[in-house]
């Protein structure tokens, strides 16, 4: 756990993801068109990989993969940053992160 929490407060927006997700690509589309290049770290491509998506498990994001950190906290997957992104909630988590 320690590993996912140093990196995901390394950068603005830090995004775990797996190479084969279309969701976690989805995730990424959506920061980019918001004026956000997110840090994404591809856990099926690093040794420690499982342990990584554990840890993401029980910081109680509800699926390890896409697992989107803002500001170093949790912000959730998939659902969780589509219902923001719908309410209108979103963007001003992002502002600060702008590229």
């Known amino acids: 756990m320690d590993k996912v929490m140093r ?6 927006v830090v995004v775990f993801t797996k190479s084969s997700c279309c ?3 989805a ?3 959506l920061f980019q068109e ?3 290049i997110p840090v994404v770290h591809e856990i099926d491509k690093d040794p420690e990989g499982k342990e990584m998506e554990k840890a993401i498990t029980r910081l109680g994001c509800t699926a390890p993969v896409p697992a989107v950190f803002i500001g170093g906290k949790l912000v959730g997957s998939t ?5 923001l992104h719908l309410s209108g909630s979103l963007t001003p988590l992002l502002k600060p992160y702008r590229a």
């Open 23 to 25: 969701l976690c690509y």
């Open 7 to 12: 990196l995901a407060s390394e950068k603005g």
């Open 27 to 29: 995730v990424n589309i």
């Open 79 to 83: 659902n969780e940053v589509m219902s």
């Open 34 to 36: 918001l004026g956000v």
